[in-house]
């Protein structure tokens, strides 16, 4: 129903800007006074909002002003001033006033105009009159029904067409205008009160809805709805400073005149004297005593016309102090200290959705670091808080100063200086080791051949994209250990064993060991590459590869080989990337040459490489690095792809024949080993 004369109210507007003739319909404003001990009741006026398109002003009309049921006799008139009317757009302004603001009599007619600067929607609100005695000064009345008017003000009418002297043939045809460019229209910010009066509406019913709408009221209280918010909020108490042994607390909220029955209790309710809507509740209380007081607004809403307050005769005392970083609250008095307080933070007058803390205990000190202040509001400055104590808010004294959050730029300085001093520590060591191995490769080249070493090794396949150049490699190594003392180093160590021949038919290295010194190795350098395959882009993963060394021994009667894998060694290729890796002769020189002179009591058994994302398989290439270095029979190639999920992992053996096994061999129930299931290994 309101909805519908809302806009029934707006369409007469409408039709009012573009015709004189006509206004908004009528409202009637009531109010009550008392004036030299005599109550006036009943007092109304009937007030219409007039639209002028011609003077681009609208105009408010009073009419039928009556002073009530007692009316005086001593020329009592209601004044009308600036501060009576709040326009809500910036669009109109009120003309000049006539001289100690407009006197509304009882047979008068008044006008009071306002100037239209633009056009858009806009609201006049009349909220207050002042009574004017003969000869006295002026006093300020609340009105007990203000009113509202709501209007859009629309463009000028088109101006009618001149009259056609000539005729149509005589004319000559007009020329097409000139497209003119059409200005961006500029959204205009929408109100915030209207949308805080929707996001109010918004809430659940209950205590989170009241709250809203008693922030909507406290935020804006000169909005449209506030009546309408008012309705559906209950009363609200504020403790003030004690007169003469008397309770005092300002009551806000109220539509009406708060009830209070004194039958029960000594007290007063009486309008506030600041001229505000709000009441002082004054009361005298025994100080022992605690009771609970209720007040009614018979304008509200059914739901909470009546609010129990508990009273105690030992109001609730709060002191602020601070320190640099934090504040503290003591708490004194109140209903039994009972918890829990809601502590809140306004600044400038106004609360913050989440600008408030909740004290649940009943300890008398509480301390905040005041930083969380400015973390809740999202703002700094001077504080004001305030204590809610069940209905009551008590105001604490004094303001609470939080600064502005420290910059940031002086991090942001001290990590870009970092990040660039690794940078060049970083260059610098790669510059360092590109010397040592430039002289160390020198210094190889410079050495005389040991052609009784070393055997030519056959060119690489056609077609392969792998970069080995012509290079001698060791010859075949002698240093099979017999069985018995092969059992012995397996005692000694507790090794991992892997059966190869489950996984290949035809294999003549039948049993691999891993010992865990080599799976840490491994894992550990799988775990430090895969931190730089984080900066490369996506699939283009790159592999990388080592040598295994360790311990193998041949049996007598069979011919087959066993091997313990005892230590990893990673290798520096010339280039790899997501396919291959390129050695040249003077990277094998420079890892060989190393290896040997670090480990002269191991066995080069294999080599690594990761494959990731590929699958387990031996590419051309990499049939191409075994067969030239890694030709004797006890020699393995062993593989990870490091993009499954539990680092599926090969190892490639050869054949009786010599023949390296590869995915066309292996036997058909074979399941790849899993990295993640040899590293377990090595866990207690």
């Known amino acids: 129903m309101r909805q519908a004369i809302h806009f029934l109210l707006c369409a007469l507007l409408l039709t009012s800007v573009r015709n004189p003739a006509f206004g908004q319909q009528a409202q009637t404003m009531k109010f009550q006074f008392e004036h030299n001990g005599v109550s006036y009741t009943n007092g109304s006026a009937q007030v219409k909002l007039v639209a002028d398109p011609a003077n681009k002003e609208l105009q408010l009309v009073f009419t039928n002003v009556s002073l009530g049921s007692n009316e005086p006799g001593s020329g009592l008139k209601m004044v009308l001033k600036d501060d009576c009317i709040y326009l809500s757009s910036n669009n109109l302004q009120l003309q000049e006033s006539p001289p100690r603001g407009l006197a509304l009599s009882k047979d008068a007619s008044i006008k009071r105009r306002i100037s239209i600067t633009g056009t858009g929607k806009a609201f006049v609100r009349i909220d207050k009159l002042y009574c004017r005695p003969e000869g006295g000064e002026d006093r300020l009345i609340r009105l007990n029904s203000p009113v509202n008017f709501e209007y859009d003000i629309g463009g000028a009418a088109a101006a009618e067409p001149a009259p056609d002297s000539e005729k149509p043939s005589d004319r000559p045809l007009p020329k097409p205008p000139r497209p003119q460019p059409q200005p961006t229209?500029?959204?205009?910010?929408?109100?915030?009160?209207?949308?805080?009066?929707?996001?109010?509406?918004?809430?659940?019913?209950?205590?989170?809805?009241?709250?809203?709408l008693q922030k909507y009221i406290d935020n804006y209280p000169e909005?449209?709805?506030?009546?309408?918010?008012?309705?559906?909020?209950?009363?609200?108490?504020?403790?003030?400073p004690s007169e003469g042994g008397m309770l005092v607390f300002r009551i806000r909220y109220a539509l009406c005149t708060p009830e209070l029955d004194t039958t029960?209790?000594?007290?007063?309710?009486?309008?506030?004297?600041?001229?505000?809507?709000?009441?002082?509740?004054?009361?005298s209380a025994n100080r022992s005593e605690s009771f609970e007081l209720p007040v009614t607004d018979a304008c509200k809403m059914e739901n909470v016309q009546v609010t129990n307050l508990f009273i105690s005769g030992n109001p609730l005392k709060c002191v602020l102090s601070s320190t640099e970083t934090d504040f503290v609250l003591t708490f004194s008095g109140g209903s039994n200290s009972r918890a829990p307080f809601i502590v809140e933070y306004l600044l400038d007058g106004k609360s913050f959705p989440k600008g408030f803390e909740t004290i649940a205990s009943?300890?008398?000190?509480?301390?905040?670091?005041?930083?969380?202040?400015?973390e809740k509001t999202g703002t700094y400055g001077v504080f004001t808080l305030q204590v809610l104590e069940d209905e009551i808010i008590l105001p604490v004294e004094g303001g609470l100063v939080v600064p502005p959050p420290p910059p940031v730029w002086p991090y942001a300085v001290a990590v870009l200086a970092l990040a660039l001093a690794a940078f060049l520590y970083s260059k610098h060591q790669k510059h360092k080791r590109k010397k040592a191995v430039e002289a160390k490769v020198k210094k190889k080249e410079e050495e005389p051949p040991v052609t009784e070493n070393w055997v030519p090794l056959q060119p690489p396949a056609s077609g392969s994209t792998m970069k080995i150049r012509s290079a001698a490699r060791p010859a075949a190594d002698h240093k099979a250990l017999p069985e018995a003392d092969f059992e012995q180093l397996l005692e000694e160590t507790h090794y991992r064993r892997l059966n190869m021949a489950k996984h290949w038919p035809d294999t003549v290295l039948t049993e691999l060991y891993l010992s865990p010194k080599s799976i840490r190795g491994i894992s550990d350098f799988l775990h430090d590459q895969r931190k730089t395959m984080l900066e490369e882009e996506e699939g283009s993963i790159p592999e990388i590869g080592g040598f295994l060394l360790g311990k193998y021994c041949v049996s007598e009667k069979t011919g087959k080989y066993r091997v313990a894998l005892t230590d990893f060694v990673p290798i520096v290729p010339e280039e790899h990337n997501v396919y291959q890796l390129q050695f040249s002769t003077e990277s094998l020189v420079r890892e060989l040459g190393e290896m040997q002179d670090n480990y002269p009591?191991?066995?080069?058994?294999?080599?690594?490489?990761?494959?990731?994302?590929?699958?387990?398989?031996?590419?051309?290439?990499?049939?191409?690095?075994?067969?030239?270095?890694f030709r004797e029979k006890y020699q393995f190639a062993m593989e990870i792809d490091t993009m499954t999920p539990h680092l599926d992992t090969g190892f490639f053996t050869r054949t009786t024949a010599g023949p390296v096994n590869n995915t066309e061999t292996q036997a058909p129930e074979l399941t790849w080993f899993h990295w993640k299931d040899i590293e377990q290994h090595n866990k207690p």
């Open 223 to 240: 909005a449209v709805h506030v009546k309408d918010a008012k309705k559906q909020v209950g009363l609200g108490f504020v403790a003030q």
């Open 185 to 212: 229209p500029v959204r205009q910010a929408e109100d915030p009160a209207v949308v805080a009066w929707r996001e109010a509406l918004k809430k659940p019913a209950g205590k989170e809805r009241e709250r809203a």
């Open 362 to 374: 009943t300890d008398a000190y509480y301390t905040f670091p005041i930083s969380r202040i400015r």
């Open 601 to 629: 009591d191991l066995s080069l058994v294999g080599w690594f490489h990761t494959h990731p994302g590929h699958g387990l398989f031996l590419s051309r290439p990499d049939l191409t690095i075994h067969d030239g270095f």
């Open 264 to 283: 029960q209790f000594s007290g007063t309710i009486e309008p506030a004297p600041d001229g505000s809507a709000d009441f002082l509740l004054k009361l």
